[in-house]
């Protein structure tokens, strides 16, 4: 570790700098913000179809418009530069540029190219990720992710963005929360493409894997010097009571499932043995074959972190089970967590965000420190949180301003944890805040808002938020109050 990284601390008794080197920026993703669904050469991916298909999406809302970032992303990087933002995470719609998941769309990969210029000439370091959840539906009617020719399809989609914005965008991530991709998509179908396969959502989880390893082959033959790697989700699960053998092993198996399923298969080449024998039965024949996770543990330059929340678990115990239910209804149940089904999680009484995700910050702080203990350090790998924020029911005044102390703390809170994470020797090199924009929440539609910048559905203004002037301090000096 370079003494740069090593934090300071400042007279104020509870400010703390940041290292001076440290990147503060904020995240979105291309379905989430683009809107233009059928402009510019754009097909269908498996969230238009999804969103377009009654029932699945919270009031029948789509990403047809979502923020129109699409045509507005000038003034969107304007108002990053604004908020004195050093870096801006984006995801690329491979359906824009790939339209059938194979043939080039030269206007769709114009826009990422104008974005990224634009972000340079306004002095903000582009992070491209080239995969948050949209495959092009063509490529879903072949199978989607269950099927292994889509791994090496992501490969060939990677060396194509790298011919086009390769020699500008140097902070490359392949996937962006592949347990979401792989579970929550093909498991308990609450996101598209709306599969529920335990079997299809372990192959797709193994080709999600497949298709990072094999793009980071791609990239660094092409590449040496690109700084990549992949964001995982990552979730703080302990035990309901550390003394009842059913909660530790319900807290291992959803660690196992969600936490250490994907870090192991990259940092270690190998799925952790006992993951694996909770999901017996379920790995289709032949599906990880010879030499597969050589390739998915491929080297890699920067973890993303994305960590929203912690979860006090259960087993299957009786006297838990009213309260695990009204958690599970409120995260979109059944569990997706292949192995993990008869796993609850019991509210602790903390504060808990309009997710109802509790907050738990102490929860950053451990992992960050846990990530680089186990796998990161010893590897030499960077450490950046790409996504932490949290959705809060906002009520802006009549001039569309909203004084969103609560998210605002929420942010505080949890850049103090990874503070106190780097001064106790985790390698953490940047912070996303997750989001720029309110924006299509997926399954939630617009009814969740994340942005620390209010948009108005009805004008599209963009309003920043008491979050938004506070985080642009934060940019601009270094120092967290
Ligand atoms: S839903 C989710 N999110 C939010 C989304 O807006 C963003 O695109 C994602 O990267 C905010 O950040 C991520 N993550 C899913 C978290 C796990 C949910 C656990 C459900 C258990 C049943």
Redesign the pocket.
Known sequence: MTSSLTARTTDASSAVAFPTDFLFGS?T?AY?VEGAAAEGGRAPSVWDTFAHTPGKVHEGETGDVACDHFHRFREDVALMKRLNLKVYRFSVSWSRVMPDGVNVNPEGLKFYSDLVDELLAAGILPWLTQY??DLPQALEDQGGWANRRTAELFADYAVTLHEALGSRVRHWTTL??P??AA??GYA?G??APGRTSPEDALAAAHHLLLGHGLAVGALRRRDPELELGL?L?F?DYRPADPATPGDVDAARRLDGS?NRFFASAIFNGAYPSDVLQDQAGLWREGLVQPGDLKIISAPIDVLGV?F??GELLTGADPEHAAQAAAA?RT???????VGSEHVSSIPRGLPATA?G?EVFPQGLHDLLLRLHREYTGPAGVALYVT?N?A?YPDVPDAAGFVQDDDRLSYIRKHLHAVHQAISSGADVRGYFV??LLD??????GYD?R?GIVRVDYDTLARIPKASANWYAQVAATGVVD
């Open positions: 995240a993703a989430q948050h959840w962006n929360e347990w979401c579970f929550l308990n609450h996101h964001t989700n979730t969600f994305n929203y929340t599970a995260q979109g149940a059944p569990n997706p967590n997710m995700w996504e924020g959705a997750w989001s924006n299509f929440e997926w399954a939630f969740r994340f």
